[in-house]
């Protein structure tokens, strides 16, 4: 068993950054792709980013395109951690933003391929 704790959420202006952390507990996670998705209220839940390990400590990084060039996943093996910093923020990056861990090889980008999930962190970008 995987736990994930987000922390770092929080109130920001528009154009402002935030640093989202994932502590995960129980097992290491440097097997594990890790994900990061958000869900606005009334809206289903959506990927936002995710990150793969290699055993050669190369990592993929994969964004949604409403994100890209916006926001960097990283990880940190020895940490047991994920975060996701979010730069030039906007309005509607608006929601609760959920870490996610896969246990099988592959690039998951749905919500149903994870395995493992956080409580959320809300962020709100005001205009």
């Known amino acids: 068993q995987v736990q994930l704790v987000e922390s770092g959420g929080g109130l920001v202006q528009a154009g402002g950054s935030l640093r989202l952390s994932c502590t995960a507990s129980g097992r290491s996670i440097a097997s594990y792709t890790m994900g990061w998705f958000r869900q606005a209220p009334g809206k289903e839940r959506e990927f936002v980013s995710r990150?793969?390990?290699?055993?050669?400590?190369?990592?993929?990084?994969y964004y949604a395109d409403s994100v890209r060039g916006r926001f960097t996943i990283s990880r940190d093996n020895a940490l047991n951690m994920a975060y996701l910093q979010m730069n030039s923020l906007k309005p509607e990056d608006t929601a609760v933003y959920y870490c996610?861990?896969?246990?099988?090889?592959?690039?998951?980008?749905?919500?149903?391929?994870?395995?493992?999930w956080g409580q959320g962190t809300q962020v709100t970008v005001s205009s």
């Open positions: 996610a861990a896969d246990s099988d090889l592959g690039t998951p980008t749905k919500a149903s391929e994870y395995d493992y």
């Open positions: 990150i793969t390990s290699s055993g050669r400590s190369v990592y993929y990084a």
